[in-house]
């Protein structure tokens, strides 16, 4: 999303502020004190609300006069004094780490409507439960009827599209992330197949195809298309492709619209649809695409040679920015692109990687240093960058 977006704004993860842990369901009442210091300029979500409240000309409303470790124990407090259950004081619920809550035992689900029906109605017209719903049926829905009922899928492999886009591919939960959450981390980059995204191929899919393990292949339909390196697995259907959602999106060229992700996000392949004309449910987890080999499997560390190459053409790289240096590798780079990271360096860098590949296509980039200067023109500064 931040590269779609005019203005950056860094915020701290979960590890760079305090909190609290809890739900309805749950027996514990969780302290989270944050367990580092926020990273470079990145700020807490409060204290940024907080600026730009200030800015607008109303902070003291939004703030009302606290931060946001004082609101926590005002929450905790006006929390405290409703119970009518005993809880120690805030300062000392923060120094224990967690508060266990009474629960009750024996409860099931709609037990009082079952014991007595009319006395206990369900919020439904007839007060029952309701296989058939009339105000439903009423609304004539050709996608959403009364009663539960079949529907062909607009994509599936019984459907004519299949014709065209024979592979039924499945965007699961990844299990290296949750959703996008630290894909730059190095559980997640371990997973990844020369840079790209894995996407999981039934040995028969994948051998009429000439594909092997660690190809890079492009992944696409009508929509869209992106880069994924093939994992070969016997545990899929035939027929079916497996790719998780959550890797990082980044387009061949950001200023186009219709680019190609060569990272892997299946979200350039999917319809913006929702499940019917009643509820918009997320349709994103199935699709039908083609794949397409892009570059055979190479030895580890290289990467493809199409467009947005995102192979190591120089060992370090550094970016004079404002008086500042800044100095860091390739690898530095997969580890800290992304919204946490100052996007003129994230920018710079995409620079610098096609600037070297466009001189020196065959082989490693001479010495040089360019001059780049960016979308982010307020800063009234270039960056300088040069490989070393």
């Given at each position: ?110 037990a009082d409507f079952r014991a007595d029906p009319k006395t206990h ?115 899929l259907r035939h027929d079916v492709v497996q790719l998780a959602t ?79 240096t800044i100095t860091f590798t390739f690898d530095d780079m997969m ?54």
């Open positions: 999303m931040a590269k779609h977006a005019d203005i950056v704004v860094p915020s701290t993860t979960a590890f760079e502020r305090d909190d609290y842990s809890g739900s309805r369901n749950d027996p514990l009442l969780m302290a989270m004190p944050k367990l580092a210091e926020p990273y470079a300029q990145s700020r807490n979500d409060y204290t940024t609300f907080a600026a730009l409240a200030e800015a607008l000309g109303f902070g003291d409303q939004f703030t009302e006069g606290r931060t946001a470790r004082q609101w926590l124990a005002h929450l905790y407090d006006k929390w405290a004094v409703g119970l009518d259950f005993a809880v120690p004081a805030f300062e000392e619920f923060w120094r224990r780490g967690r508060l266990r809550l009474p629960i009750e035992n024996g409860l099931t689900l709609l109605r369900l919020n439904t017209p007839s007060g029952r439960i309701e296989i058939f719903s009339a105000d439903i049926d009423g609304f004539s829905y050709d996608d959403c009827a009364g009663h539960p009922k079949w529907f062909e899928p607009s994509e599936w492999l019984g459907g004519p599209r299949a014709a065209r886009y024979p592979l039924h591919l499945l965007a699961n939960q990844p299990a290296t992330r949750l959703h996008s959450q630290l894909d730059i981390g190095a559980v997640s980059q371990k997973s990844k197949v020369q840079g790209r995204e894995p996407i999981r191929m039934h040995p028969a899919d994948a051998a009429a195809r000439g594909l092997v393990n660690g190809d890079v292949v492009r992944v696409f339909n009508d929509r869209g298309a992106c880069l994924a390196g093939v994992v070969v697995d016997d545990r959550g890797a990082w999106f980044d387009p061949a060229d950001p200023a186009d619209p219709d680019a190609m992700c060569v990272h892997g996000n299946p979200n350039v392949l999917t319809d913006d649809a929702g499940t019917s004309s009643l509820a918009r449910g997320c349709t994103g987890a199935h699709v039908l695409v083609q794949v397409g080999e892009v570059q055979r499997a190479t030895a580890a560390g290289a990467g493809a040679s199409a467009a947005g190459d995102r192979r190591t053409v120089t060992d370090a790289l550094a970016v004079e920015e404002c008086g500042r580890r800290y692109h992304g919204p946490h990271s100052p996007a003129g360096v994230a920018m710079a860098f995409k620079v610098m990687q096609r600037a070297f590949a466009a001189l020196s296509p065959d082989g490693a980039p001479e010495r040089r240093s360019i001059t780049v200067r960016t979308a982010f023109s307020r800063t009234r500064c270039a960056r300088r960058i040069r490989g070393g």
